[in-house]
């Protein structure tokens, strides 16, 4: 017996063009002013290994598009990651960089990432596009060459994410919370199924509505006040009230 099909009660995912926004670090190549947040062909020359690094900014999820000519049999790779990892002088096995620091900075810092390879065949205005969206704030590049120059004719990701329409308004009184509302975010996490932090949102939210438990909003704020961290809400979540959200 086949699947019952139903009609689809929930929006198509966003699919929308996202161009990176600048340039962080290169290796072996200078690269052209405006690129990558502007449209602007890159030729790397014959029997030649080059690298950069760009930055989104921000963290997304993209579907990478990487459109490129000729180089037939150079290698690419495009690597993706959230963070650069702080080199540890004491560890000498790169798996085990556990700090990541401030987000922006890169100096002093490795690239560790999941990432796509691909080989070049030669021909004109091949395009490579991964088959499932990648999650990074930082994308690296990698070419080595053979015997014929290749050239990136473009470089972008396709922006993914549920389509969410903000209809709401937060006003805390306090400037503090003003980043906390912020639609990227809840759109970035609400891609497959609902995660520990969304989860935990959404049943605060209704064990509010549900119980008029206002006391429990005013003891988180107060909380945050006071440790002015994120990570400090969910772990007093976990220890202390438990019990009442979740019964156990």
């Not at 810092?109 to 796509?116: E, R, S, T």
């Not at 014929?148 to 903000?166: H, S, V």
Request: aromatic content about 12%; glycine content about 6%; overall charge positive.
């Amino acid at each position: 017996m086949g699947w019952m099909l139903i009609p689809r009660t929930i929006p198509q995912m966003e699919l929308t063009p996202q161009r990176l926004q600048e340039i962080r670090k290169t290796d072996g190549i200078q690269l052209p002013e405006g690129f990558p947040a502007i449209k602007t062909a890159i030729t790397i020359p014959a029997n030649n290994k080059i690298s950069f690094l760009l930055d989104q900014g921000y963290l997304t999820n993209a579907y990478p598009v990487l459109q490129f000519t000729k180089g037939k049999n150079a290698a690419i790779a495009i690597g993706y990651a959230e963070a650069l990892y702080i080199e540890e002088p004491n560890e000498k096995d790169w798996r085990k960089f556990r700090q990541k620091g401030n987000r922006n900075e890169i100096e002093g810092k490795k690239f560790i990432g999941v990432k796509d390879s691909l080989v070049s065949d030669g021909s004109d205005m091949q395009e490579f596009s991964s088959l499932w969206w990648r999650t990074f704030r930082y994308l690296q590049v990698q070419v080595e060459t053979r015997d014929e120059p290749l050239i990136i004719n473009d470089l972008y990701g396709i922006f993914t994410g549920y389509p969410l329409k903000m209809t709401a308004q937060f006003d805390a009184g306090s400037d503090a919370w003003r980043h906390t509302w912020i639609a990227r975010t809840m759109s970035n996490c609400n891609m497959l199924a609902i995660p520990v932090f969304n989860a935990w949102f959404h049943y605060i939210i209704a064990v509010m509505i549900g119980s008029c438990a206002m006391q429990l909003l005013q003891l988180i704020i107060h909380a945050w006040q006071k440790a002015q961290h994120l990570a400090v809400i969910p772990l007093l979540m976990r220890r202390k009230y438990r019990r009442f959200l979740y019964g156990g």
